[in-house]
């Protein structure tokens, strides 16, 4: 079923995944919050890159590099210079765009008001560093967490011993002064990348280019559990690409808004760490200990945006279902929503259902299973409304179990287990269920 963008927004805000930013206060243009659900979601995004993409690799560390950086770092990498966007104003109602973003850049799309020729606007925040507010104290947010690598690139192959190929990831925060922020969270002033600088010997990055992209895809499909008819790989043409560029390719994902980029994988060449070797003055070259060869390495980036990950992954998982779901067990009747979320990457895991709330007996034994649950799974006591109520609450936000405590659990000590995809509900003993909800989730 098609999903439209506004139906994900505001299910984003009434479930508590995202709200604007600074909302009492009217918003705050490209800026948002994650809610309860949305910051649980985002970590477990952020931790299945980092597991596949360090963790569970021998040739990729981490790194958490700072914000601000000496500004000449921008110069190097050409920021300064190069990293804007162009920018035009209505003569007529003042109003700014993005020009190549107007379908009449001569018209303004608000009054119809004559454009003034564009400039170039510098997407970099700009602040101060220290108690002078002169042009010596300027100082920028980082508009990518990419240049932090590269200007550690020599600290970690002294203090680590890394042989190429060999790749530096980092997760963090970038902000980008964007003239017309839009979509949700899709574009906006401060969001998060997931980025890898991958270094190679020169003449071996075009299979390790293709490896990449081959790679990417599958932490898409197969670790987030995005639909593949939903995803594509554009191969950006030559006069797209960045003057210093070999090849770029873009992985798309198929937004309600149609298809748009979510991660950008560019062969770099030696660009950057040739950039930063002129404007530091220090060796960056790589001494081949085999062949006592010196060069300076190629890089592939993958570099990915969280915010964009996490607006696939619900589009890709909201479902609305006219009429709801029938079982054997449960027949809804109305208009149901799911989210069809993978497991390893719902907000919630568990929800732990006493079927009523006004029998101590069955509420103690259902806080003493939230007890046991919530050492190892993020869980969710609810005991408010009718059960059903309660499944369709938590199918809403995609979790994928629910334990419920009734009368028989005060006997036989044993719960339901009911499925989120399958609305199944089977009987398991207490003592079994940690074990079988951690097999479902992270080894199915
Ligand atoms: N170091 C390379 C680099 O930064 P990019 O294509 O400019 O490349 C990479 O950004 C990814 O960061 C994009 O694919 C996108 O997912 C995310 N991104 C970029 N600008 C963004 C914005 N204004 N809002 C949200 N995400 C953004």
Avoid at 158 to 176: E, H, N, Y
Wanted: glycine share 6%; proline share 5%; aromatic share 10%.
């Amino acid at each position: 079923m098609e999903n439209s963008f506004e139906k994900i927004v505001s299910f984003c805000k009434r479930r508590g995944f995202v709200f604007p930013s600074s909302d009492i206060y009217g918003g705050l243009g490209g800026f948002y919050d994650f809610g309860p659900l949305g910051v649980e979601l985002k970590k477990n995004i952020k931790d299945s890159w980092w597991r596949a993409m360090v963790q569970r690799r021998e040739d990729v560390v981490g790194l958490d590099s700072s914000i601000i950086m000496n500004p000449n770092i921008w110069k190097a990498s050409g920021h300064t210079e190069t990293f804007s966007d162009p920018l035009s104003e209505c003569k007529k109602c003042h109003k700014r765009f993005r020009s190549d973003h107007l379908e009449d850049p001569k018209k303004c799309p608000e009054c119809g008001g004559e454009m003034m020729e564009p400039r170039n606007f510098n997407l970099m925040f700009k602040t101060f560093i220290g108690p002078v507010e002169d042009s010596t104290a300027i100082a920028y947010l980082r508009p990518e967490t990419a240049q932090g690598i590269f200007v550690n690139y020599k600290n970690i192959v002294d203090t680590q011993r890394m042989k190429l190929p060999f790749g530096i990831a980092q997760i963090g925060k970038a902000f980008r002064n964007e003239i017309t922020p839009g979509n949700f969270i899709f574009r906006t002033r401060e969001f998060e990348q997931m980025e890898l600088e991958y270094f190679v010997k020169p003449g071996t990055e075009d299979k390790i280019f293709e490896d990449w992209i081959k790679e990417r895809m599958r932490w898409y499909t197969e670790e987030l559990g995005i639909k593949p008819e939903n995803l594509r790989v554009r191969r950006q043409e030559k006069d797209e690409l960045a003057h210093y560029a070999k090849g770029c390719v873009d992985i798309e994902y198929r937004f309600p808004i149609g298809w748009s980029e979510i991660e950008g994988i560019a062969s770099r060449a030696d660009f950057d760490l040739t950039q930063h070797q002129k404007f530091s003055g220090q060796d960056l070259t790589y001494f081949e200990d085999d062949t006592k060869e010196k060069y300076i390495p190629y890089v592939i980036e993958p570099s990915c945006g969280v915010e964009r990950t996490i607006l696939a992954v619900l589009c890709d998982a909201y479902e609305e279902i006219e009429g709801g779901r029938t079982t054997t067990t449960e027949s809804v009747k109305e208009k149901e929503t799911l989210l069809r979320i993978n497991k390893k990457l719902a907000p919630i895991k568990v929800a732990i259902l006493p079927l009523v709330k006004n029998k101590p007996d069955i509420t103690n034994k259902a806080r003493e299973v939230y007890g046991m649950l919530k050492q190892n799974f993020a869980c969710s006591y609810d005991e408010v409304g009718a059960i059903g109520r309660r499944y369709r609450r938590h199918d809403e936000i995609g979790t994928p179990f629910a334990v419920t405590i009734d009368f028989d659990t005060l006997e036989k000590n044993d719960v339901t287990l009911r499925n989120r995809d399958t609305m199944q509900q089977e009987r398991i003993n207490i003592q079994d269920l940690t074990q079988r909800i951690k097999k479902e989730i992270y080894e199915n």
